[in-house]
């Protein structure tokens, strides 16, 4: 039986670094959910993560590193945007898209020569990362196209004791995944919004940024259908939540309802409503999957406004709403 380690024990967190240095994967916990951990230096152990999460080997892995001094050493150009993104998110939920620096294999990269990096805001992460001393490549621990995990009990529930060791350091307090910013050429862009809002990161660099819908590079988060529970999700207009509750029961399915702010009274199966974006992105993972547990056929998604965590969220819940293979 794989175990699931006490919070944040010194002793729970040299032996998740031992398990890197051999070659091993670790679950670990994040500000924005758990990663699925190898060495970024040893190909073999990052190509496990790709067998373990069914991923395209094509689709990059992000790198995590243990603070942004430690940036020269992974990535070969770094310009004044970079650094000043690093220096006003990190720790946080914002990840650089660089140029490669040589130490990180293309099996990380999916053949790009660009890296995705970022200094994660957990103090298990960071401990971890402290005492491994390289960097770590890991993606969300969930499977390929799922729900991403924000408690260690969903990585447990996802891999059972195909991932032995987890770390547990609890709920994760942001919920959504780190916001990439590609400052690997000459404009910025926003490939995946995440944690850091669009604001933050366009009042940093002294312009608005703009989110892409579609980019060159490949980001399995860009997918038609990602973030995806079993039930079918659909975005629906609050004014319009009775109504579909109302015909989705006459056809015998149940209904479940998410949704931030004031929601009209509905007579779903299940309801979950948020005060802020904020609480709704923390808990929109566990949600998802709560309401599988429920046996919900239909989840009965209402967007928040594309403003501030609101951007991240209705990107999850447009993807999780996505056609399916
Ligand atoms: O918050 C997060 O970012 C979490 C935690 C564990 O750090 N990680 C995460 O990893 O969300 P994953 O693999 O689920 O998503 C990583 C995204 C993918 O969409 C991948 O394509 C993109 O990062 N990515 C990684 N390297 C890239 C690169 N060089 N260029 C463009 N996109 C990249
Ligand atoms: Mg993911």
Same mark, same amino acid.
């Given at each position: 039986?794989?175990?699931? !380690?006490?919070?944040g024990?010194?002793?729970?967190? !040299?032996?998740?670094?031992?398990?890197?240095?051999?070659? #091993?994967?670790? =679950?670990?916990?994040?500000?924005t959910?758990?990663?699925?951990?190898?060495? %970024?230096?040893n190909?073999?152990?990052?190509?496990?993560?790709?067998?373990?999460?069914r991923?395209p080997?094509s689709?990059?892995?992000?790198?995590?590193?243990?603070?942004?001094?430690?940036?020269?050493?992974?990535?070969?150009?770094?310009?004044?945007r970079?650094?000043?993104? =690093?220096?006003?998110?990190?720790? #946080?939920?914002?990840?650089?898209?660089l140029?490669?620096?040589?130490?990180?294999?293309?099996?990380?990269t999916?053949?790009?020569e660009?890296?995705?990096?970022?200094?994660? %805001?957990?103090?298990?992460?960071?401990?971890?990362?402290?005492?491994? /001393?390289?960097?770590v490549a890991?993606?969300?621990?969930?499977?390929?196209?799922?729900?991403?995990?924000?408690?260690?009990?969903?990585?447990?529930?996802?891999?059972?004791?195909?991932?032995?060791?987890?770390l547990? /350091?609890?709920?994760?307090?942001?919920g959504?995944?780190?916001?990439?910013?590609?400052?690997s050429?000459?404009?910025i862009?926003?490939?995946?919004? /995440?944690?850091?809002?669009?604001?933050?990161?366009?009042?940093?660099? #002294?312009?608005?940024?703009p989110?892409?819908?579609?980019?060159?590079?490949?980001?399995?988060?860009?997918?038609?259908?990602?973030?995806a529970?079993?039930?079918?999700?659909?975005?629906?207009a609050?004014? !319009?939540?009775?109504e579909?509750?109302?015909?989705?029961?006459e056809?015998?399915?149940r209904?479940?309802?998410?949704?931030v #702010?004031?929601?009209p009274?509905?007579?779903? !199966?299940?309801?979950?409503?948020?005060?802020t974006?904020?609480?709704?992105?923390?808990?929109?993972?566990?949600?998802?999957?709560?309401?599988?547990s429920?046996?919900c056929?239909?989840?009965?998604?209402?967007?928040?406004?594309?403003?501030?965590?609101?951007?991240?969220?209705?990107?999850r819940?447009k993807? %999780?709403a996505?056609?399916?293979?």
């Open positions: 039986m794989g175990s699931v !380690d006490e919070i024990s010194s002793e729970a967190i !040299d032996r998740a670094a031992s398990i890197l240095r051999g070659g #091993g994967l670790v =679950a670990f916990p994040t500000e959910v758990y990663g699925l951990g190898a060495d %970024a230096e190909p073999s152990a990052v190509s496990q993560i790709f067998e373990l999460k991923r080997t689709h990059p892995l992000i790198v995590h590193i243990a603070a942004a001094s430690q940036l020269e050493a992974w990535t070969s150009a770094i310009d004044e970079a650094l000043r993104l =690093a220096r006003g998110c990190w720790p #946080g939920p914002l990840t650089l898209v140029p490669r620096g040589p130490r990180i294999p293309h099996a990380v999916g053949g790009l660009t890296v995705g990096l970022r200094v994660p %805001a957990h103090p298990v992460a960071l401990a971890l990362l402290r005492a491994f /001393g390289g960097a890991a993606p969300s621990a969930n499977r390929f196209g799922r729900v991403s995990a924000t408690t260690a009990s969903h990585v447990r529930a996802e891999f059972g004791d195909l991932v032995p060791t987890i547990d /350091g609890g709920p994760a307090e942001v959504v995944e780190s916001t990439i910013v590609d400052v050429g000459p404009t862009a926003i490939l995946r919004p /995440g944690g850091v809002t669009r604001e933050q990161v366009s009042a940093i660099v #002294g312009h608005d940024v989110v892409l819908e579609r980019s060159e590079v490949r980001v399995p988060g860009q997918l038609a259908s990602h973030y529970p079993r039930a079918q999700v659909v975005l629906t609050k004014r !319009d939540l009775a579909r509750v109302a015909q989705l029961h056809d015998g399915r209904v479940a309802v998410l949704a #702010g004031e929601v009274p509905v007579d779903a !199966d299940v309801v979950f409503t948020a005060k974006t904020a609480e709704l992105a923390q808990r929109l993972y566990a949600v998802l999957r709560d309401f599988d429920a046996r056929d239909v989840i009965l998604a209402s967007a928040p406004d594309p403003a501030g965590l609101g951007l991240a969220i209705g990107d819940l993807r %999780a996505g056609p399916r293979e």
